[in-house]
C-alpha cells in the first residue's frame, strides 16, 4: 500500500490506473480505524480493483467546543490495517493540503431538508464540512464508488442526497453497523470510555432494540417511546442528546402508518457523543 499526502501524486498515480480500465473504491475516515472500517474497505475490494481510503480529520465538520484537537491519531496502526484488507492508496493530507486558503473562504456544500435536524441540530455546521469535504474527495480520487457506514445513517442520507442532486456519476453504497460482542457500535470515539462507561455504553443499543420491539408490539405514540427512552438512557448515566423514530426514507416524522422507519438516537457519556440507530420495517 502506499501512502500519499499531497493531491497531486495521488491522481497522477490513479491516472495510471485510469488509463489501464481499473475501477476505484473510496473509503473516507477520519482514522484510529476499526474494524467497521475495515468492513468498508473490504467491501471496497469487492466493488472496484483499486481500493483509495482517505484519513483525514476534517476541521470543517468540528465546531469550537467539539474533539477536533484530541480526536485519536494512529496512523502507523492504522497503515497496517488497511494493508492487511486490500487497500491499495491511502490519502492522509494535512488541512493546508485540504483547505489551502483556510477553511473560512471555502466554497461550501449544503445538502438541503436534512443538514440541520438530528445530529445536525446538536452539531451547527456539521453536515456543511461533510459534505463539503466528501465534494473535494470525489473531485481528487474521481471514484467509481464510494463506501460508508450506516452507524452514520445520518450522514450516509446526506452523501446519498447530495450525489443525487448534483448528478454525481458515483454509486454510493453502504455497510452495517459494525459491533461489539455486548452490542456498542464500534468508533474512534469509544476510546474515550472510562472502563465503567465502557460497561455502561452497550445500553444505548439496547434502548434502541426495546424501542424497536415496542413499535413492532404496535405501540403508535412515537413521542411517549422517545420519552421513555430517554428517561432510560439517564437513568443509566448518559446525558440526553437525541431519541427519535423517523422515516427512513425522509429523516423527517414519519407519516402516519409508514412502515420503513429507523429509531436514531445519540447521547453523552462521559467525554464521549455516542451515536446508534436501528433501521426497521413494519410489514415485515
Ligand atoms: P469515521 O472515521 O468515524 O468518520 O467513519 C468513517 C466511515 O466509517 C463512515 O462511513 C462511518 O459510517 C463508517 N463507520 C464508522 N464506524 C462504523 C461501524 N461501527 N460500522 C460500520 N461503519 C462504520
Not at 264 to 272: D, P
Amino acid at each position: 500500500m502506499k501512502t500519499f499526502q499531497t493531491i497531486k501524486e495521488l491522481r497522477a498515480a490513479l491516472k495510471v490506473n485510469r488509463l489501464k480500465d481499473k475501477t476505484i473504491a473510496l473509503v473516507p475516515t477520519m482514522g484510529n480505524l476499526h474494524d467497521g472500517h475495515m468492513q468498508l474497505v473490504r467491501r471496497a475490494a469487492k466493488e472496484a480493483d483499486i481500493v483509495v481510503t482517505s484519513i483525514f480529520v476534517n476541521p470543517m465538520q468540528f465546531s469550537e467546543n467539539e474533539d477536533l484537537e484530541r480526536y485519536p491519531k494512529t496512523l502507523k496502526e492504522d497503515q497496517a490495517l488497511l494493508e492487511s484488507n486490500g487497500c491499495h492508496y491511502l490519502f492522509a493530507p494535512d488541512a493546508l493540503e485540504m483547505y489551502p486558503d483556510g477553511k473560512r473562504s471555502q466554497t461550501q456544500i449544503e445538502v438541503s431538508a436534512i443538514s440541520d435536524i438530528l445530529c445536525g441540530a446538536s452539531r451547527p455546521g456539521h453536515f456543511v464540512g461533510v459534505a463539503t469535504v466528501v465534494t473535494k474527495f470525489f473531485n481528487i480520487v474521481q471514484p467509481d464508488c464510494a463506501i460508508f457506514g450506516a452507524k452514520d445513517f445520518q450522514q450516509l442520507m446526506v452523501i446519498k442526497n447530495m450525489t443525487r442532486d448534483l448528478s454525481s456519476n458515483i454509486t454510493i453504497i453502504d455497510e452495517d453497523i459494525a459491533r461489539a460482542e455486548d452490542g456498542l457500535a464500534l468508533s474512534s470515539r469509544n476510546g474515550y470510555l472510562t472502563e465503567e462507561e465502557r460497561n455502561v455504553a452497550p445500553i444505548l443499543y439496547n434502548t434502541l432494540l426495546w424501542a424497536k420491539n415496542e413499535l413492532q408490539l404496535g405501540q403508535k405514540d412515537l413521542q411517549e417511546i422517545s420519552e421513555q427512552a430517554q428517561k432510560n438512557l439517564e437513568q443509566a448515566g448518559f446525558k440526553r442528546d437525541y431519541f427519535e423514530i423517523r422515516s427512513q426514507v425522509t429523516l423527517q416524522t414519519p407519516e402516519e402508518d409508514e412502515a420503513e422507519l429507523v429509531i436514531l438516537a445519540a447521547a453523552y457519556l462521559g467525554k464521549a457523543r455516542l451515536i446508534d440507530n436501528i433501521q426497521i420495517n413494519l410489514t415485515n
